[in-house]
């Protein structure tokens, strides 16, 4: 639904629409739209943290990690871009709806967690989550050419 319309256009009535049920049936499960931001969230997270799993997963210990890092960029970048534009709109949709700001804090903790335990450090972790929220979002918003070499090289003289 967000997916389609962005947050603009979600409201009771579109869901209800959507999914083809009464109107009163998402007024009773959502009480307000951040109820249903919150849900939409907590359901995007649950697509975004599963492949985050599968990229720490999948980390060569061997390899520096900037390279791996580039790699997350890259098959990010390359993968479903409506997607991570609805990931994105949903996730920065906290800055102006309060009750989605511990959604969005809980997928960024558990990204850390996630990577910090493959790594062994959670400051560097969180730098790389940070790092990689950057350099989709930047792409996501300018619409540039993707460049994985020169991401490689800036993620290098970042994580070393």
């Known amino acids: 639904m967000v997916g389609e319309r962005g947050i603009a256009g979600l409201s009771h009535r579109a869901v209800a629409a959507a999914a083809d049920v009464p109107l009163g049936s998402t007024t009773y499960h959502f009480a307000s739209l951040d109820d249903l931001l919150v849900a939409a969230l907590r359901q995007s997270n649950v697509v975004c943290l599963d492949d985050f799993a599968r990229w720490v997963d999948g980390i060569d210990?061997?390899?520096?990690?900037?390279?791996?890092?580039a790699r997350l960029v890259e098959d990010?970048?390359?993968?479903?871009?409506?997607?991570?534009?609805?990931?994105?709109?949903?996730?920065?949709?906290?800055?102006?709806?309060e009750a989605v700001r511990p959604i969005a804090a809980e997928c960024l903790d558990e990204m850390v967690r996630l990577l910090g335990q493959r790594i062994g450090d959670l400051r560097t972790a969180r730098t790389v989550v940070a790092l990689t929220d950057g350099l989709v979002l930047q792409h996501l918003l300018t619409g540039r050419p993707f460049d994985p070499e020169a991401v490689r090289a800036g993620l290098a003289g970042v994580l070393g």
């Open 76 to 97: 990010t970048l390359t993968g479903d871009r409506r997607r991570m534009e609805l990931e994105y709109e949903l996730y920065l949709a906290a800055l102006r709806h």
């Open 61 to 69: 210990p061997e390899a520096p990690l900037a390279e791996e890092v």
